[in-house]
């Protein structure tokens, strides 16, 4: 691609460009090598040959010399201060062992000697050799005595120095046990209450930026009282108004619809929790946990959902909810068909209310997603992270359930609309990454067609949002796309199975990269949105 892109298109909306010269992935052709964008929006997709049409009529021509271009990425589950304070700050995700741990916390505390509070996340001792969290005197330690909260990394617990607790009147510690639930909510507000509007904007400029350079054209920010502030919301909608960077769309946590309403959320929905996570042992089951002898934590039952979705279908707004355990799943269905039969079911299916992860899926609640019209917002990365027969999830809940989590086939199969995200900084931002873990599932029964898993992660996501005009590369949708460096395409075989593949150009069927394991993932070269470049890649 010629460094003619940036020039194009961050010349404006407002100006036509022709793309020609590379491979456009677009269900309107099937073949096309070109297309046009027009006032923001895609005008026409076609061949080589008949782009010769539109060259003198256009502000700029773009030649991509052979690269892919797709729609845009959308990622439906993103927290977005937390992933950009991880991304310019302490992240443990990549520690091997406790011993490592500490010495990043050691290093960060020197670095930062102005922070009130010291803030990090992604540790995960399942993964380390000592198999335990760091004690509460490891950390006074090592962060020199000091307010630190590190979040782990399904951000349902957290470990804390004595001097955090200190801050925070009435959370009583049990021993050196992660805190969850309330005590862990309370902690963390006082974390977040010490980052700086000067350090939030940079933290939610770095998440972008990075979105942005992984072809991620929109995000859904999962935001809520208990997850961050209304400050934080807000301030994250009114930067992405100004800055150049992926759509954000805001979902807030709040069973008071009024306050979702003003402070300018899509929805009343998102991590609403019904339960907590696995990881952290709180998320809410019908049989007791394999390494723990409980059944997690429930905190909605199924009449508070349905008066949250009676109360948000009333009022035109999407509702939603975070629910990962089989109890807490049951509850949310029970409780979605009590608000159908009291405002009716055509309603309910026609706000497209949501369900973020899904994971512990049954027949039964499958069955019931696709009656009452929800959509599913899943991870496949977790699956990636935490699945198999030796991942946290066998640990958990034993080989024979673990096997039963995120079954994205039978989800499909009986018409359940998929939206993926990563939960960011939860799994990283990856959209090909999620793509090819849905494709290629620890679980062969729950895998689905890369093809499948693209449309689940860019229009996907706009039908979550409840637009069907987005996400495509079609005459009159919005210009949002990638254009990808990548090695030769792949046709999936009419049958649709992951392990079978065909290049046949018969098919008809655009094609997508090789994301078999062990191939190299496109790389992406620049990310438009609304027809305006908000990344491009530096040449050389």
């Not at 406790?98 to 995960?124: K, M, N, Q, S, T």
């Not at 509007?197 to 930026?209: G, I, K, S, V, W």
């Not at 075989?493 to 394991?517: I, M, Q």
Request: glycine share 10%.
């Amino acid at each position: 691609m010629t460094d003619r892109t940036a020039s194009a298109t961050a010349a404006g909306t407002h100006r036509t460009v022709l793309l020609r010269g590379g491979e456009v992935h677009s269900p309107a052709d099937p073949f096309a090598t070109a297309m046009v964008i027009e006032r923001g929006h895609v005008a026409w997709v076609g061949s080589e040959g008949a782009a010769d049409a539109f060259a003198q009529g256009v502000d700029e021509v773009v030649h991509l010399d052979g690269a892919l271009v797709t729609p845009a990425f959308t990622d439906a589950h993103v927290h977005t201060t937390s992933t950009g304070l991880a991304l310019t700050g302490l992240d443990l995700s990549a520690a091997r062992s406790l011993p490592e741990a500490l010495a990043l916390v050691r290093a960060y505390a020197a670095r930062r000697p102005a922070d009130r509070v010291l803030l990090g996340h992604g540790w995960d001792a399942a993964r380390w050799p000592e198999r335990r969290a760091p004690r509460r005197a490891e950390l006074d330690e090592a962060a020199g005595g000091r307010p630190l909260y590190l979040s782990r990394v399904d951000v349902h617990s957290a470990v804390v120095t004595t001097a955090l607790l200190d801050l925070v009147p009435g959370v009583h510690a049990r021993g050196d046990e992660p805190l969850t639930r309330d005590a862990h909510h309370a902690v963390r507000r006082a974390a977040l209450d010490a980052v700086t509007p000067a350090q939030r904007a940079e933290a939610q400029r770095a998440a972008l930026d990075r979105a942005a350079s992984l072809g991620i054209g929109s995000v859904h920010e999962c935001g809520g009282p208990e997850i961050s502030s209304p400050e934080d919301f807000t301030s994250l909608l009114d930067l992405a108004a100004h800055h150049r960077g992926p759509r954000v769309f805001g979902y807030w946590a709040d069973r008071d619809i009024d306050r979702a309403v003003e402070l300018g959320a899509a929805g009343a929905a998102g991590d609403l929790f019904v339960d907590g996570a696995l990881g952290s042992h709180t998320a809410c089951l019908h049989a007791p946990y394999a390494d723990a002898a409980h059944t997690g934590t429930g905190y909605l039952d199924a009449a508070d959902v349905a008066a949250h979705v009676s109360a948000c279908t009333g009022a035109g707004l999407q509702a939603g909810f975070h629910a990962i355990g089989d109890a807490a799943l049951a509850a949310v269905v029970e409780g979605v068909r009590a608000a159908a039969e009291k405002v009716g079911l055509a309603r309910i299916r026609a706000a497209r209310h949501r369900v973020e992860h899904a994971e512990m899926m049954t027949p039964a609640t499958i069955a019931a997603f696709a009656e009452l019209g929800l959509t599913a917002s899943v991870q496949p990365a977790f699956d990636a992270a935490w699945g198999g027969e030796e991942g946290m999830y066998a640990d958990r809940l034993g080989a024979d359930r673990a096997r039963t989590l995120n079954p994205f086939a039978a989800l499909l199969k009986a018409g359940v609309p998929l939206a993926f995200g990563s939960d960011a900084p939860v799994t990283p931002l990856d959209p090909w990454g999620t793509v090819r873990a849905a494709a290629f599932h620890r679980t062969p029964e729950h895998r689905i067609s890369v093809r499948a898993a693209f449309a689940a992660h860019t229009r996907g996501g706009w039908r979550a949002l409840g637009r069907d005009d987005a996400g495509t590369l079609v005459p009159g949708a919005p210009a949002d796309y990638a254009v990808w460096r990548t090695e030769e395409l792949v046709v999936q075989a009419p049958d649709d199975r992951v392990a079978r593949w065909s290049t046949d150009p018969r098919s008809g069927t655009p094609g997508l990269p090789d994301l078999t394991p062990g191939a190299d993932l496109p790389v992406c070269l620049a990310t438009v949105v609304g027809g305006r470049e908000v990344f491009v890649r530096p040449q050389g």
